[in-house]
């Protein structure tokens, strides 16, 4: 029988990414969309620490939260923790007219996986380079998969779907280390 995973999410996206990433032969996702008010800061170890530690003062059973966010070179990194907030005020055709069409496209996408066994907080990273393009490209994916071009492709994660986004994604990265640290913990 499949060992339950609970997962910390009210994005359905962020949800399905990571339920087709996971080994459904020995774990089973399980998405819990309890609200916790989420510390608002650019610090995505802080966010990410605080964000496992309010979830399982809730739920008190082990379970994974993650954040992701993007780092623009143009914005010395900004804004990190921060993108939902400046998503929602820009969409993506804001960032693709502040970033895209400007002379520093770069960016960096970060997802940060929290996991909490009622002993410790463990966090895992995975960031991939890219580029903000001039304009939203795609159809598949959320949020801001539109307007990232990763290193080494010409379109945008919208565009390449959501089969290609998880062989490559920051998400993947992370979780591919969460995978691992499961493979070799003792219960």
């Not at 819990?32 to 399982?56: P, Y």
């Not at 739920?59 to 994974?64: A, S, V, W």
């Not at 780092?71 to 820009?90: A, C, E, H, I, Q």
């Amino acid at each position: 029988m499949p060992q339950e995973i609970r997962f910390l999410t009210r994005n359905p996206g962020k949800f399905r990414e990571l339920e087709a990433l996971i080994d459904s032969g020995k774990y089973r996702l399980i998405r819990d969309d309890t609200e916790i008010n989420e510390l608002q800061t650019e610090n995505m170890e802080v966010l990410i620490r605080d964000k496992i530690l309010k979830a399982f003062e809730i739920i008190r059973r082990p379970l994974i939260v993650d954040h992701t966010g993007l780092s623009f070179d143009l914005l010395k990194g900004f804004p990190k923790g921060l993108t939902s907030v400046f998503y929602d005020l820009l969409q993506p055709e804001g960032i693709a007219n502040l970033i895209g069409k400007s002379a520093n496209r770069t960016v960096t996408a970060i997802t940060l996986i929290g996991y909490c066994d009622g002993r410790r907080v463990h966090a895992f990273k995975g960031e991939i380079r890219g580029v903000v393009a001039a304009e939203p490209r795609g159809s598949e994916g959320f949020q801001w998969d539109t307007i990232f071009i990763p290193e080494g492709y010409d379109k945008t994660f919208a565009e390449l779907g959501n089969e290609k986004k998880n062989e490559i994604s920051m998400r993947r990265l992370a979780f591919d280390k969460f995978s691992e640290f499961l493979q070799t913990r003792t219960p």
